[in-house]
Nanobody
Framework: QVRLVESGGGSVQSGGSLRLSCAASGDTSKRYSMGWFRQVPGREREGVAALDVDGSATYSSSVRGRFTISQNTAKDVLDLQMESLKPEDTATYYC??????????????????????WGQGTQVIVSS
């Protein structure tokens, strides 16, 4: 079992930056593929960025070049640095973890079905 808690959301103007963090607790002795997802009311949750157990990163086309996913394994924290934010980035952002030691290809990495553990979400609002 892994518990995930997101933080760092807030309001920012278009072009601004935010850094989201996801603190993991519980069975963190194992390695997990981790991901960031976002959801707008009335729409499906979409994958934004993911970090595989092998260390490779995957980004959606909508955020590639603007967002960076990273992990501090010593502190069991997953971060998402978001730059050049746009109003369309407004959403609730969720952190997720897959099954222990499960590697994902770049398609699976951004699909919700492959993740077992989810945080409660943190809201990001980008104003124009």
């Amino acid at each position: 079992q892994v518990r995930l808690v997101e933080s760092g959301g807030g309001s920012v103007q278009s072009g601004g930056s935010l850094r989201l963090s996801c603190a993991a607790s519980g069975d963190t002795s194992k390695r997990y593929s981790m991901g960031w997802f976002r959801q707008v009311p009335g729409r499906e949750r979409e994958g934004v960025a993911a970090l595989d157990v092998d260390g490779s990163a995957t980004y959606s086309s909508s955020v590639r070049g603007r967002f960076t996913i990273s992990q501090n394994t010593a502190k069991d924290v997953l971060d998402l640095q978001m730059e050049s934010l746009k109003p369309e980035d407004t959403a609730t952002y969720y952190c997720a973890a897959g099954r222990p030691y499960q590697s994902m290809n770049r398609f699976q990495a951004l699909e919700t079905d492959h993740y077992n553990y989810w945080g409660q979400g943190t809201q990001v609002i980008v104003s124009s």
